[in-house]
């Protein structure tokens, strides 16, 4: 139940004010002294030919007041104080009936959202940096898709480029077939760097990578067969992650995909005079906008990145016809989404305002081992089995005799290091520290979902719940909170989305948490001496255990019975 809406309607019975006037003016008083939503007078002040004090005395004593504990004035100010048992029956009822649906709505209804995240390169490993991508773009899917919009996840694979040439030619000379059969990144990665070492002493090299990216572009099929192996060695590791992560998308249209889509888009550049010659390149210039000139084609013919994305945005326009395209790719390449999204708008196309870069930032490592690994490449394998084996360590502290704990420590492993990815607002840097983030009482992935464990094992003790329950008496101050911070949730997930800020919802998950604990240690459920209310009590804590549950899922988060 929406009570901001209701004292919205109980104030509009009164005033000349659109009901989402009224809604958009209430507040949420500072302390609880003031009330659970304020309603200051100042704008009607000219209406009413009154001063805001007056105003505020009025409508205290001609409101409908059913429905809550009491509405005073204070000042030009009217506070509503919500009448908490009805309040807490009302939430908790609505967690019950709805369970894995409380939270959800249909506000993105008949709208198309395309989500481009996670996009690593073939033949490169999935490092870090892409995770955090995968991380915050499986939360927006999920949570977008929750509130009824038509999500379409789009892995962007970096699947073209000269740098294929290259790897052919490196392949040729180097490759190590049972290394490869091995390790197929790790392996092509090798032949790679090397590939470059070996260029710095012998420039023909490179030329002879052009030779065969050309000769890829022209479809020779020899080039094209190898091309396919790197992509389909790399596309099997990638899947390994994404089970691993429970990450999916609706479309793995990378940038080869827009190969024969390039030339329809520079010639509609071309038509609108848009695109001019500079030292042999066809570029867009932008030296209004500040911007170096976006390069279309390079002097030598070839297409590049930005091109492809320029394809890109209209392929899915045109297939999707989305309401919002956004991407989920880190901050350095802010300049490019930029050029690209101000091309778009100089083809005339207003959607170009719906583009949408939502970026984020970089990420340390506070462990020196992991962050000096040879070429500085962090292999994703090695962070999440680090984060599962020392999970391990602490679970084997704390609860050694804990059935099935590989897979609870996978859980719990895993769940910390997303959780670390979306606890921050995105663009901020991220300093990965196992103490921090594998602490059980931190603002963790583990403390949440300790929580969630933690009010399962009180509702495994208690058994089934058949008597009447009593939820008037849920009023003391912990009880309140935590009921609060559950009737919160839907709103904190379309803030997120509105923001494209799943760390939004993230802190959310955690104020439930914090609340739930500090109910916890206030009131000795179990103990509970009326019957009624130990009733009442262990159905919040069910709806908490719920609400925390459809909180970690958005946030692709598992949670486990027991740890
Ligand atoms: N493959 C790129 C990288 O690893 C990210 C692609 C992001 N998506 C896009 N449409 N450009 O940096």
Known sequence: ????????????????????????LIEIPPKSEMGDFAFPCFQLAKTFRKAPNMISQELQEKINKE?????????????????????????????????????????????????DYSSPNIAKPFHVGHLFSTSIGNALYKMLSFEGYNSIGINHLGDWGTQFGKLISAYKRWVDEDALEKDPIKELLRIYVKFHDEAEKNPELVDEGRMYFKKLEEGSEEEVKLWKKFKDLSLKKFQKVYDRLGVEFDSYAGESFYNDKMDTVIEELENKGILVESNGAKVVMMEEENMPPCIIKKADGATIYATRDLAAAMYRKKTYD???????????????????????EKMGYEWANNCKHVAFGLVRFADKKLSTRKGQVIFLDDLLNQAVSKTLEVINEKNPGLDNKEEVAEKIGVGAVIFTYLKNRREKDIVFKWEEMLNFEGETGPYVQYTYARGKSILRRAGEVSGEAD??????????ELIKTLAGFNEAILDAIDKLEPSILTRHVVDIAKAFNKFYNAHNIMNTEDEKVKNARLKMVEATCQVIKNGLNLLGIKVVERM
């Open 67 to 115: 429905g809550f504990e009491k509405v005073e004035c204070m000042g030009p100010y009217l506070n509503f104080f919500m009448d908490k048992g009805s309040f807490g029956q009302s939430i908790i009822e609505a967690v019950m009936n709805e369970g894995d649906k409380y939270g959800s709505s249909e506000v993105g209804k008949g709208k198309n959202i395309t989500i």
């Open 1 to 24: 139940m929406d009570y901001k809406k209701i004292v919205a309607e109980r104030i509009k019975e009164h005033v000349d004010l659109e009901v989402d006037v009224v809604e958009s």
């Open 322 to 344: 989305f309401s919002k395209g956004i991407y989920v790719v880190g901050g350095d390449q802010s300049l490019h989404f930029k050029q690209v999204f101000k091309v778009i």
């Open 471 to 480: 939820f008037s008496k849920l009023t003391s101050k912990e009880e309140f």
